[in-house]
């Protein structure tokens, strides 16, 4: 096909120069240049950050650890673990209600979601909190009949209480639809295989279902999770000594209003990128599956498996 | 091979219909099979055969007529001289005798090949996990499969799943085995792998009801071929008679097409 002898010609040392092991990427000057600009800008920014004196960085790394931000820092992070713990435990329980074919249950579901997804979470959490002009005192009664046991509302319902019970059922209004959303994505040949074998409903989910729309489950629930964290700080609303609400505290007496918000942001920071990385870890488990060469999970059986299957 | 005639049927077929919606897909089904048969059932595509097998084990429930396997109405039982529907876990239980074989092969993509065969023997039969693995073991190799026990369904080919998919309906040692269209998603190269599985379980005195589009499986190792068209069984018989010397019209042209 070719008239021009010298492109088929091999080079001197006889490897063909059209092979693209022989090849190199061109130096691209436009990007370094561009690398260099953004470099500057970025030092720059930091340099002007750095010697703000109003940013107050000594009184940041004086107040850092101080006693009364860790122990806020403590209960943000409790109330974040407790909060999410119920809150994907509920929510759970109301994806499943919500798809089932029973219309109490997913009646039930529906108007759950409805409620606690469409009223925001501050105004929630102050609900909580007041419960107690509403219902002055808390009993179990027999229906329309005399009351067995009886609490005060205001004993029953303090901060913690309100900001655990407003947090978790706001959470678990989301994380249901996540739930469901995350279910509606297995095949439906994986419930009905399970169904032919004899499984019941709920071992089905456990073992079948649920293991394979935990990949589709992961990622929004750690984008929750780290929202949540987020989320404490409303708490601070009803007077929940969290993380936010001790940096106001201190701010509080000694005016130093931008450094202790800066105590707080750096820990919101450090806590959610820690969470980054465990969410990693976590949607690697779950894609196990996915990976034909299945190095981290079982090395040499996978990898010996797959060499005889290709 | 043949069944005995003076045995009870495994599974009988009376009179089952059924639609979607107002669409009937099974308009009086009378069919018997006993125990030991292989019996495969042609059709075109709509003359409802899939119906029919995913009905005897109640992956689709019927509006008319019964069936009985192994002596038990399949999700139904009788309480106080009246027919009363069965709980889904009761369901649950009379499936447990029936294996079944998918045209999607529907393993589960999250276990290993070992797992997908054990999961059923240990969590639905509470048979001891050693005692399955071991069993499994053997089935991968009944399979032909043995070396790829740890590896997960992705990493295998469509005939390779589907032969894994036959040792896990076997591994519940079934009474009865359901194939619904086990080779129509393979490449034409790799049905013959596991057309081959399924002649040596035929062999083996497996009762089997086998839907499949494969004319020559039905010559070579069905005991009886059933042909359906438009919901009704409409020729059965031995696949010499069928096959060789259909009857019915509608046989003759569905037959002439694979000639």
């Known amino acids: 096909m070719s008239t021009n002898p010298t492109t088929n010609a091999p080079p001197s040392g006889g490897a063909d120069f059209r092979d693209v092991v022989t090849a190199h990427t061109p130096f691209r000057t436009g990007r370094l240049v561009l690398w260099a600009i953004i470099a500057i800008v970025v030092l720059d920014f930091v340099w002007i950050v750095a010697n703000n004196e109003n940013f107050g960085w000594p009184v940041v790394a004086q107040y850092f650890f101080d006693p009364t931000v860790i122990s806020g820092l403590y209960v943000s992070l409790g109330l974040t673990v407790v909060a999410m713990i119920l809150g994907v435990a509920l929510g759970l329980i109301i994806a499943i209600m919500r798809m089932s074919n029973d219309r109490l249950a997913s009646g039930f579901a529906s108007l759950f979601i409805w409620f606690f997804r469409g009223t925001p979470l501050l105004v929630q959490l102050i609900f909580w909190y007041n419960m107690s002009t509403l219902f002055p005192q808390l009993s179990i009664t027999i229906p329309f009949g005399p009351s067995l046991i009886s609490w005060d509302t205001n004993a029953v319902i303090t901060p913690m209480t309100a900001a655990i019970v407003g947090l978790a059922l706001n959470e678990a209004a989301y994380m249901a639809e996540i739930i469901r959303g995350g279910l509606l994505s297995v095949d439906r040949g994986q419930a009905e295989t399970a169904e032919a074998f004899g499984m019941t409903k709920g071992r089905a989910l456990r073992r079948i279902i649920i293991p394979q729309a935990m990949r589709s489950i992961v990622p929004p629930t750690g984008n929750q999770l780290i929202s949540m964290i987020k989320a404490t700080s409303l708490v601070s609303v009803i007077a929940m000594a969290d993380l936010l609400y001790s940096v106001q505290s201190i701010y509080n007496r000694t005016f130093e209003i931008i450094p202790m918000l800066l105590v707080a942001v750096i820990w919101y920071l450090l806590i959610t990128s820690v969470l980054n990385i465990g969410q990693s870890y976590i949607e690697a488990y779950y894609g196990r599956s996915e990976r034909r060469n299945g190095a981290t999970a079982k090395p040499a059986a996978v990898a010996a498996a797959e060499e005889a299957s290709h | ?259």
């Open chain 2, 1 to 259: 091979m043949t069944a005995v005639s003076n045995t009870k049927p495994l599974v009988q077929a009376r009179n089952v219909h059924k639609s979607f919606d107002h669409l009937e897909v099974l308009k009086g089904i009378d069919v018997d099979i006993m125990p030991g048969e292989v019996v495969v059932v042609l059709g075109p595509s709509g003359s409802g055969k899939s119906t029919f097998l995913r009905c005897i084990n109640h992956l689709e429930s019927i509006q008319k007529g019964y069936i009985e396997v192994d002596g038990e109405q399949i999700g139904y039982r009788l309480h106080n001289d009246r027919l009363e529907r069965l709980s889904p876990n009761g369901i649950a239980r009379q499936r447990r005798k029936i294996g079944m074989v998918f045209q999607q092969f529907n393993l589960y993509p999250h276990m290993t090949v070992l797992q997908n065969i054990i999961e059923a023997p240990v969590g639905v039969h509470g048979e001891k996990r050693k005692d399955a693995i071991e069993n499994a073991k053997q089935l991968l190799q009944r399979v032909g499969l043995s070396e790829k026990a740890d590896a997960y369904p992705r990493q295998l080919s469509g005939g390779q799943q589907q032969r894994v998919a036959i040792a896990r309906a076997l591994a519940i040692k079934p009474k009865l085995m359901l194939f619904d269209e086990p080779t129509s998603a393979l490449d034409p190269e790799l049905v013959g792998e596991v057309l081959s599985t399924m002649r040596d379980l035929a062999k083996q005195g497996l009762t089997m009801i086998v839907v499949t589009h494969e004319i020559g499986f039905a010559r070579e190792a069905a005991d009886r071929v059933v042909f359906m068209d438009g919901g009704v069984v409409v020729e059965q018989g031995k696949p010499e008679d069928v096959i060789g010397n259909p009857q019915h019209p509608r046989t003759q042209s569905f037959l002439s097409r694979f000639l």
